[in-house]
T-cell receptor
Framework: DADVTQTPRNRITKTGKRIMLECSQT?????MYWYRQDPGLGLQLIYY???????NKGEISDGYSVSRQAQAKFSLSLESAIPNQTALYFC????????????FGPGTRLTVL | AQSVSQHNHHVILSEAASLELGCNYS??????LFWYVQYPGQHLQLLLK??????LVKGIKGFEAEFIKSKFSFNLRKPSVQWSDTAEYFC?????????FGKGTMLLVSP
């Protein structure tokens, strides 16, 4: 969905490097999420933000940090990348209602060597 | 805490066969249930969702799902699959605030 964009789309890095993945949305949603996808494991929630001042840890936040720079921007950082953080990372957004759909970005494929 | 279990990791069907993918959830309160699809190389897209009302929900591309509260299930169905339905399918449950996904079912439809 072009309303949710992620940069970069692909990234190869080395162990110990700091990496930032960026997400922008034009849907006007308050809520934003970061997931990682590993084969056979589905999607696991890393962090989520219900507004600019509300950031929460998800299931697997260790080794990650986030920044909500504006309503439309939500960045994920790997402070010191390690090989088991090699995965597909998705950003998503949604409205405030519990029935609202989450809309996903195209994903960032990250490889840590 | 909420959880989701998808019964099959891989399903292989021939075109025109009927499809049913199992999904069971665990959550003590009011749930909202979703099926997402991920076509090869693409991001997740919503197929359908249930939050109240008619337990039989119709989605895009001929898919439907039935919410059975007594069985904590939300199975996905399609009467006749096409090659273009080859994808990974994710069931998800939303409780108070966040979505929890199942591990996914990879569907391969052979022509």
């Amino acid at each position: 969905d072009a309303d949710v964009t992620q940069t970069p789309r692909n990234r190869i890095t080395k162990t110990g490097k700091r990496i930032m993945l960026e997400c922008s949305q034009t849907k006007g949603h308050d809520r934003m999420y970061w997931y990682r996808q590993d084969p056979g494991l589905g999607l696991q929630l890393i962090y989520y933000s219900f507004d600019v001042k509300d950031i929460n840890k998800g299931e697997i936040s260790d080794g990650y940090s986030v920044s909500r720079q504006a309503q439309a921007k939500f960045s994920l950082s790997l402070e010191s990348a390690i090989p088991n953080q090699t995965a597909l990372y998705f950003c998503a957004t949604s409205g405030r209602s519990s029935t609202d759909t989450q809309y996903f970005g195209p994903g960032t494929r990250l490889t840590v060597l | 805490a909420q959880s989701v279990s998808q019964h099959n990791h891989h399903v292989i069907l021939s075109e025109a066969a009927s499809l049913e993918l199992g999904c069971n959830y665990s959550y003590g309160g009011t749930v909202n249930l979703f099926w997402y699809v991920q076509y090869p190389g693409q991001h997740l897209q919503l197929l359908l969702k249930y939050f109240s009302g008619d337990p039989l929900v119709k989605g895009i591309k001929g898919f439907e799902a039935e919410f059975i509260k007594s069985k904590f299930s939300f199975n996905l169905r399609k009467p006749s699959v096409q090659w273009s339905d080859t994808a990974e399918y994710f069931c998800a449950v939303k409780g108070y605030s966040t979505l929890t996904f199942g591990k996914g079912t990879m569907l391969l439809v052979s022509p």
